[in-house]
C-alpha cells in the first residue's frame, strides 16, 4: 500500500551539531514533498518542500535530499538550535487530491 | 492579522452529541482543508474545499460534515460524535494562484491553524 514513514521516532541532539531527519516513501508516482515542523500545542509549519525532478533544495540552515531511487527524503537541520525541538512531518503528493502525512519524528536538542 | 483561527480550542462533548468546529482564515485563500491527527497516524485529511459551495471527500470523511457558504469559513460538523473521534482538529488554507504557487492546490504551503482538541466521552 501507499505509505509516508519515519526511520526514527525520536532524535536527540546537542546544541550546535547538525540533525537529520530521514522519510521514506513507497509511492514512486509522488511528484513532491514537503517537510512541516510541529511544535507542541501548535500546528504544523511549513518548513520547505522539493520536487521530484529535484534532487536538493536548501532553505535557511536547512536542507531537503530526495533520492527517488531508494525512496527516501532527509531533511537536515544545520547547527541545531533549542528553538529548532519539535515534532517534524514529510508529506508527498502524488499529484491526487490528497497529501499523505508521515508519523512524525521527534526532534530534541540538548544544551 | 490574524490568520487563521479555529474555535474552540479545547472542547469535551459525549457520545451522541453534534459538535461544529469553527475554522476562519483572513488571506481569502481559496482551498480549506480539515485534518485530524492521532498519534501513530500523523495527519490525516477528512474534507477539503476548493472555493465557496465546492467541497470533497479525503481520506477519512465518515462522520463528518463540512459546509463553506463563504470563503472564509469552513466550519467542521460531527453529526453524532463518537469516541474514535477523540482528536485533534486541524484546519489549514492555501493559495494555488498566489504568486509561489506551483500551479496545483497542493504544490504549495498550507497555512495551518492552532487546532481543536476534542474529547467525545
Known amino acids: 500500500g501507499e505509505s509516508v514513514g519515519l526511520h526514527l521516532p525520536t532524535l536527540s541532539v546537542q546544541e550546535g551539531d547538525n540533525s537529520i531527519i530521514n522519510c521514506a516513501y513507497s509511492?514512486?508516482?509522488?511528484?513532491?514533498f514537503i517537510w512541516y515542523k510541529q511544535e507542541s500545542g501548535k500546528g504544523p509549519q511549513f518548513i520547505i518542500d522539493?520536487?521530484?525532478?529535484?534532487d536538493k533544495r536548501q532553505g535557511q540552515r536547512v536542507t531537503v535530499l530526495l533520492n527517488k531511487t531508494v525512496k527516501h527524503l532527509s531533511l537536515q537541520i544545520a547547527a541545531t538550535q533549542p528553538g529548532d525541538s519539535a515534532v517534524y512531518f514529510c508529506a508527498e503528493n502524488k499529484g491526487t487530491d490528497k497529501l499523505i502525512f508521515g508519523t512524525g519524528t521527534r526532534l530534541q536538542v540538548f544544551p | 492579522d490574524a490568520g487563521i483561527t479555529q474555535s474552540p480550542r479545547y472542547k469535551i462533548t459525549e457520545t451522541g452529541r453534534q459538535v461544529t468546529l469553527m475554522c476562519h482564515q483572513t488571506?481569502?485563500?481559496?482551498?480549506m482543508f480539515w485534518y485530524r491527527q492521532d498519534l501513530g497516524h500523523g495527519l490525516r485529511l477528512i474534507y477539503y474545499s476548493a472555493a465557496a459551495d465546492i467541497t470533497d471527500k479525503g481520506e477519512v470523511p465518515d462522520g463528518y460534515v463540512v459546509s463553506r457558504s463563504k470563503t472564509e469559513n469552513f466550519p467542521l460538523t460531527l453529526e453524532s460524535a463518537t469516541r474514535s473521534q477523540t482528536s485533534v482538529y486541524f484546519c489549514?488554507?492555501?493559495?494555488?494562484?498566489?504568486?509561489?504557487?506551483?500551479?496545483?492546490?497542493?504544490?504549495?504551503?498550507?497555512?495551518f491553524g492552532p487546532g481543536t482538541r476534542l474529547t467525545v466521552l
Open positions: 509511492n514512486s508516482a509522488s511528484d513532491y
Open positions: 488571506w481569502s485563500h481559496s482551498y
Open positions: 489549514a488554507s492555501s493559495d494555488p494562484f498566489g504568486a509561489t504557487s506551483g500551479g496545483t492546490y497542493l504544490d504549495n504551503e498550507q497555512f
Open positions: 522539493i520536487r521530484s525532478n529535484m
